[in-house]
């Protein structure tokens, strides 16, 4: 009977060791797009796998939606980061210049950056995760509908009306390139 038992934990660390390396790199590109910060992507995508481990201790379930309810723990985690922040605090890191490099075309990218973050932000919650689950993070409609718990084609609208609302957003805050 303890034999069968340290099977089965052992199978779950595996499990839970896959879970880890399949959505580790893509948690912390997600989590470093919104915080702009190396230190604080890694530090949201451990808390991420800290906190569902705890939920898995407790008993609960995701209900199969394990890639999903990790976003949600890293969007949460940044959301309470950025409420617990102070206005003047500064967290992005500093630049060094390079001969290379264009301060120039440097300080033009950031902004762009900047200003696609402030506008996905000003997105409903279900079509900012179309978005960034479509277009960042390259989910197919059918991942990101099964996410959202509709179908494919209200998904593929959602995703229509995001980018008309994204495009509107952005040239109401300033000039956008395209």
């Known amino acids: 009977m303890e034999k069968n038992k340290d099977q089965i934990v052992q199978l ?7 879970l880890y ?15 702009s910060d190396q230190d604080l992507a890694e530090e949201c995508v451990s808390e991420v796998f800290t906190r569902y481990l705890q939920v898995l201790q407790s008993g609960k379930s995701p209900n199969g939606h394990t890639k999903a309810y990790l976003y949600r723990i890293a969007h949460n985690w940044i ?7 102070k206005p003047d ?8 210049p390079d001969q290379k490099i264009n301060p120039e075309l440097l300080f033009s990218n950031k902004q762009m950056h900047e200003r696609l973050r402030k506008a996905l932000l000003k ?4 079509q900012r995760m179309v978005i960034e689950l479509r277009i960042m993070e390259e989910w ?13 084609e209200a998904s ?15 040239d109401g805050i300033g000039k956008w390139k395209r």
């Not at 959505?23 to 915080?35: D, I, K, M, S, T």
């Open 21 to 35: 390396e399949e959505n580790n790199e893509a948690l912390y590109r997600y989590a470093y797009r919104y915080l």
């Open 79 to 85: 959301v309470d980061y950025y409420r617990k922040r």
């Open 156 to 170: 593929r609208a959602m995703q229509y009306r995001a980018v008309k609302r994204l495009r509107k957003t952005l």
């Open 12 to 18: 779950d660390k595996e499990k839970l060791i896959k």
């Open 123 to 126: 997105l409903p919650e279900e």
């Open 89 to 96: 605090e500064n967290v992005g890191e500093e630049l060094v």
């Open 140 to 152: 197919s409609h059918e991942e990101v509908a099964e996410h959202l718990g509709k179908t494919v």
